[in-house]
């Protein structure tokens, strides 16, 4: 039979395992608040999660990145979650996702190597990847990421036309081969109530949903043309410019439709 001082010591296991996990979630929340930047004006981090709706272990990530979105509006942070298609099939269709993100994220298996794609993912400026929801090796991507320099090459401009018809011109004084300019529509905030599948029964809300992403191959200047499929204060517009020999991000912007 147990003495008394062993059954205490067993049940603080428990207790202590908890104040660990929770310090430690406490811990890494606070480096989610403005994360340090060598140079706020000549550094960046471009965050790719792909995500679904399907995923169960998804709704972690997509918290992280609303974290980081809401606590770094002062960085160039640039967060774009790509909502793949392959989860469709498990009893819930994600009605964010689309075919082209999901071989978009198998480009990233081809330039990184990988084996797989599986969700949540995280890719950093093109360069690095991780599962989406862990804190610290996120955290550690983006403030590498934000220690390197890169020149500023991109500029934006938004005009209205008619209707919710707008275009998106750029202008670029990049020289590099092998590289193309994307253009990300992108909803700031939504939500969705899971009725089946993974997640069924929650409410699943999102940020920095991308809705469409056009590319072409980088000039001096150019132009795209998009719809939004509602009120302007929703949205904005991410462009980057990347190696399609590397996957490396070179530069990106981004401007908020809000303020057009």
């Not at 009605?95 to 969700?119: D, G, H, I, P, V």
């Not at 517009?237 to 020999?245: D, G, H, L, P, S």
């Amino acid at each position: 039979m147990k003495s008394i001082k062993e059954i205490l010591y067993c049940l603080s296991l428990p207790l202590s395992i908890l104040l660990i996990m929770a310090f430690k979630g406490f811990a890494d929340d606070k480096k989610l608040v403005n994360i340090k930047s060598h140079n706020a004006d000549k550094s960046f981090a471009l965050v790719e999660l792909f995500t679904s709706e399907g995923c169960w272990s998804c709704p972690p990530a997509d918290e992280l990145i609303a974290k980081l979105e809401k606590n770094n509006q002062n960085k160039k942070l640039f967060i774009m979650a790509f909502h793949v298609d392959y989860w469709d099939h498990q009893g819930w269709k994600d009605r964010f996702s689309q075919s082209k993100f999901t071989e978009r994220q198998k480009q990233y298996a081809t330039w990184m190597n990988l084996s797989t794609c599986y969700t949540p993912q995280m890719v950093i400026n093109g360069k690095t990847e991780m599962v989406g929801s862990e804190t610290g090796k996120v955290l550690q991507g983006i403030q590498s990421a934000l220690l390197e320099t890169h020149p500023e090459n991109l500029r934006l401009k938004v005009e209205q036309k008619e209707g919710k018809n707008i275009q998106v011109s750029y202008t670029s004084t990049s020289n590099a081969k092998n590289t193309d300019i994307l253009v990300a529509l992108v909803q700031k905030h939504a939500s969705s109530q899971v009725s089946a599948g993974e997640n069924a029964g929650k409410s699943l809300l999102h940020v920095q949903v991308v809705h469409e992403l056009q590319s072409h191959r980088i000039k001096a200047q150019d132009s795209f043309s998009f719809k939004l499929p509602d009120t302007k204060n929703q949205w904005e517009i991410i462009a980057f410019e990347q190696n399609q020999k590397s996957g490396e991000i070179i530069d990106a912007t981004s401007i908020s439709l809000s303020h057009q």
